[in-house]
C-alpha cells in the first residue's frame, strides 16, 4: 500500500512541474504574427516594441495599451483599462 501511495505522490508531482513550467511554442499565424502558444495573443519582443505598437494604434485612433503577461512571459498589447 506504502508503494502505491508512493508512486501516486511522485506521479502528482511530475504532472505538476510539467504543467507549470512547460508551455506550448509560439508560432506564427497566416498574417506572420508571432503568436503565444499558451494564450494565442500575439507576442512583442519587449516592452519597448510593445509601447511602441500601442502608441502607433492611439495614434490611429484605438486606445491599446501594452502589458507583460505573468502566467506566459510574454508582451502583448490589450484595450482594456488598467485594474486598480
Do not use: N
Not at 506550448?24 to 510593445?50: L, S
Not at 494604434?57 to 485594474?83: D, F, I, K, N
Amino acid at each position: 500500500m506504502e508503494i502505491i501511495v508512493t508512486i501516486l505522490i511522485v506521479v502528482a508531482i511530475a504532472w505538476i512541474v510539467i504543467r507549470f513550467t512547460s508551455r506550448p511554442a509560439d508560432y506564427t499565424d497566416e498574417k506572420g504574427r508571432t503568436r503565444c502558444g499558451r494564450c494565442k495573443k500575439i507576442v512583442y519582443d519587449d516592452g519597448e516594441t510593445a509601447h511602441s505598437a500601442a502608441e502607433s494604434a492611439v495614434t490611429r485612433g484605438t486606445y491599446l495599451r501594452a502589458y507583460y503577461e505573468g502566467r506566459c512571459g510574454e508582451w502583448h498589447l490589450t484595450s482594456q483599462e488598467p485594474r486598480c
